[in-house]
């Protein structure tokens, strides 16, 4: 007897076996003084910190060594490095690991002098441990029939993700369209998308993860500040939402139930795709200013084609679907740049599935109302035209976020108004965020706005 609906616990931590690990994370083991610094603590000396061997959680690190360095180095958190160590430990610590037994834990620490930044695509295989076509396929094979459905797409731009650009916070929101009356089928969704991934990625907490949402069963308001954090990339499925109900996410792709089956099998983590996963949400896509444009224009053009007015129902798509979905997919097929081949490939999806969604949805009246377009208040106007003000008073190309605070004070704006309208003005893709929320550029656009 086959028991469907049990996942086997698998979570990044508890791996303790190279075999467990990723191709470019076992690279990354086999390098001498290569890994993600790990801050332990730090004073106005030293920083002091471990190198983990993997940028998840895992038992992968030097459990017996600690590094120091001056704070003047200023050697980045969580980020990939080679060190240059002491050749000998600057101290050694004996740490009791039993008070009853004399048994002692040995702590060396080495000092670090210089540093060299590494690239996480420099330990990745040119050629992946699976194609694309059979990644697609592993993540939907208990579902005969999800091709009908677009069902492998869906799941692939919510389990890869977006990462955080200009339109705000990462990635991918989704709201099912179920049409077969089966009671369990949002469990079973739920569980495939589960079903090959770590623990961790059901973790909210996480930096990437992915949760289902029930507007039967959930809280939506006393969730949203999770969701609303620029510096993750949290996926999110709305399942049972009633027509009419007030939704607080924007939904960039529908995921269609109507023709996919549900069947059982046995097997359930499967390192293949597991590995595939890992990997490719190291990539965090370039854009220029040129893609950003193209991306602007041609997000105008497919929201008009697909806003579904003729279904009856009031239904809308994020304003920024198609720039999530066409990262999403630049992940998918491991690349570093966005271009505009992947921009097609999101807008031919994004197309196809929408519509698809919205023509079952004028006879099964499951997707609730979506309303995802934030207005620029006079105040955010206002703020839009100090940092236009600002760029060209000192020859700016980014603005400091203390220049625009100290504006902002001037014209009366508090501190809590001003990120705000800052986040709105990002989400409305009139501004763009530079050196982790710390400048802030305006777009082209923006300029027919505050003229």
């Known amino acids: 007897m086959v028991i469907d609906d049990i996942i086997m616990p698998y979570t990044l931590e508890s ?4 075999a467990q690990l990723a191709d470019f994370e076992r690279k990354v083991v086999n390098e001498s003084n290569v890994g993600w610094v790990k801050y332990l603590g730090k004073n106005t000396e030293y920083i002091f910190f471990r190198l983990n061997k993997t940028p998840y959680p895992s038992q992968f690190y030097s459990k017996n060594v600690i ?13 990939l490095v080679e060190l240059e160590p002491g050749r000998v430990p600057a101290d050694t610590r004996y740490t009791p690991v039993n008070a009853n037994e004399n048994v002692y834990s040995k702590t060396e620490f080495f000092e670090v002098l210089h540093y060299k930044p590494r690239s996480v695509t420099e330990f990745i295989p040119r050629k992946p441990v699976l194609d694309v076509k059979d990644f697609m396929y592993r993540l939907t094979e208990n579902w005969r029939h999800a091709e009908l459905d677009h069902l492998d797409k869906a799941f692939v731009v919510q389990i890869l993700s977006s990462p955080p650009r200009f339109f705000g916070n990462g990635g991918v929101g989704s709201q099912t369209l179920s049409t077969s ?3 369990r089928t949002n469990a079973r969704l739920r569980r495939s998308v589960y079903r090959y991934l770590p623990k961790e990625f059901s973790n909210p907490s996480f930096y990437h993860s992915i949760r289902f949402f029930s507007g039967k069963s959930e809280n939506p ?4 500040s999770v969701w609303l954090d620029n510096d993750t990339e949290h996926s999110y499925n709305l399942l049972n939402f009633p027509l009419g109900q007030e939704v607080w996410m924007p939904s960039d792709i529908p995921t269609i139930l109507y023709n996919a ?4 099998h046995k097997k359930y983590f499967d390192p293949e795709v597991n590995d595939y996963v890992l990997t490719s ?9 040129r893609i950003i444009k193209l991306l602007l224009e041609r997000e105008i053009s497919v929201n008009e084609r697909i ?3 003729y279904s009856g129902l009031p239904i809308q798509h994020s304003s920024h679907a198609l720039s999530r979905l066409a990262l999403s997919i630049c992940r998918l097929e491991q690349k570093e740049k966005l271009t505009e081949t992947e921009i097609r490939k ?11 969604a919205y023509d079952l949805s004028a006879f099964f009246a499951k997707i609730p109302t979506i309303n995802d377009k934030p207005a620029i208040t006079k105040i955010g106007l206002d703020i839009l035209k100090g940092i236009f003000r600002l760029r060209t008073e000192y020859s700016l190309d980014y603005v400091p976020k203390s220049l625009i605070l100290k504006d902002c004070a001037e014209m009366k704006i508090s501190e809590f108004q001003c990120n705000y309208e800052l986040s709105q003005l990002v989400r409305s893709a009139f501004i763009i965020i530079g050196n982790n929320g710390l400048e802030y550029k305006p777009l082209q656009i923006s300029d027919n706005i505050i003229s």
Do not use: F, K, V
Request: glycine share 8%.
């Open 221 to 224: 308001a006393g969730q949203a």
């Open 307 to 309: 806003r579904p007015h």
């Open 281 to 289: 949400l190291m990539y965090n896509p370039a854009l220029d200013e």
């Open 346 to 356: 999101a807008e031919d999806w994004l197309y196809t599935i929408s519509n698809e």
């Open 261 to 264: 089956q549900y069947t059982a």
């Open 181 to 183: 009356g089966e009671g």
């Open 15 to 18: 791996r303790y076996l190279g």
């Open 67 to 79: 590094y120091y360095c001056q704070a003047s180095l200023a050697i980045p958190n969580d980020s």
